[in-house]
T-cell receptor
Framework: GAGVSQTPSNKVTEKGKYVELRCDPISGHTALYWYRQSLGQGPEFLIYFQGTGAADDSGLPNDRFFAVRPEGSVSTLKIQRTERGDSAVYLC??????????????FGPGTRLTVL | GQNIDQPTEMTATEGAIVQINCTYQTSGFNGLFWYQQHAGEAPTFLSYNVLDGLEEKGRFSSFLSRSKGYSYLLLKELQMKDSASYLCAVRDYSGGYQKVTFGTGTKLQVIP
């Protein structure tokens, strides 16, 4: 596809359940970011991948959150034992690289997660 | 870590010029981004500054002063469609990591 895609667009789940959120970056983009955004706030950094490896996972709030990118393309954000406070829009972004010329991040439409 | 400050809300008149300021504190500055976000949509890239000075791109310009930890986004010839949130984001490089931290955004309302 031409842009970053995320599925599902909306996810409603019950407290305590497990969810997976998927991100398809722009083809060829080596850098991939996950953020979450609450209403009226800026995106909050979660994790950054360079290729297959997590170059910075310092934004993951706790060990219930985990993300993978096994082949350096599609990434999955996994949340275990969801809590109501996890409700937010989860945004994925990709960039061609991280140098000055190619670090523009292209965002996907987001997945709105609601934990009841 | 980073501390990014920008005004919460601003109002400006169609056709006018508006300047949105952003101040930051970071230990390993490696660039500053401005993004535009319309309500209910994902952020879209506007500009990136890593060196001091002004970068101009059409109606939008972005300025950076690294010594002052300060940036601004300048929007000229405002249009109604410019009503959106404008997010300042700082890339920080420390300990081998590169993290991008966003401010809370400035909600700009353009009025006729």
């Amino acid at each position: 596809g031409a842009g970053v895609s995320q599925t599902p667009s909306n996810k409603v789940t019950e407290k305590g359940k497990y969810v997976e959120l998927r991100c398809d970056p722009i083809s060829g983009h080596t850098a991939l970011y996950w953020y979450r955004q609450s209403l009226g706030q800026g995106p909050e950094f979660l994790i950054y991948f360079q290729g297959t490896g997590a170059a910075d996972d310092s934004g993951l709030p706790n060990d219930r959150f985990f993300a993978v990118r096994p082949e350096g393309s599609v990434s999955t954000l996994k949340i275990q034992r969801t809590e109501r406070g996890d409700s937010a829009v989860y945004l994925c972004a990709s960039s061609a690289g991280t140098s000055r010329r190619n670090n523009e991040q292209f965002f996907g439409p987001g997945t709105r997660l609601t934990v009841l | 870590g980073q501390n990014i400050d920008q005004p919460t809300e601003m109002t400006a008149t169609e056709g006018a010029i508006v300047q949105i300021n952003c101040t930051y504190q970071t230990s390993g500055f490696n660039g500053l981004f401005w993004y535009q976000q319309h309500a209910g949509e994902a952020p879209t890239f506007l500009s990136y500054n890593v060196l001091d000075g002004l970068e101009e791109k059409g109606r939008f310009s972005s300025f950076l002063s690294r010594s002052k930890g300060y940036s601004y986004l300048l929007l000229k010839e405002l249009q109604m469609k410019d009503s959106a949130s404008y997010l300042c984001a700082v890339r920080d490089y420390s300990g081998g990591y590169q993290k991008v931290t966003f401010g809370t955004g400035t909600k700009l309302q353009v009025i006729p």
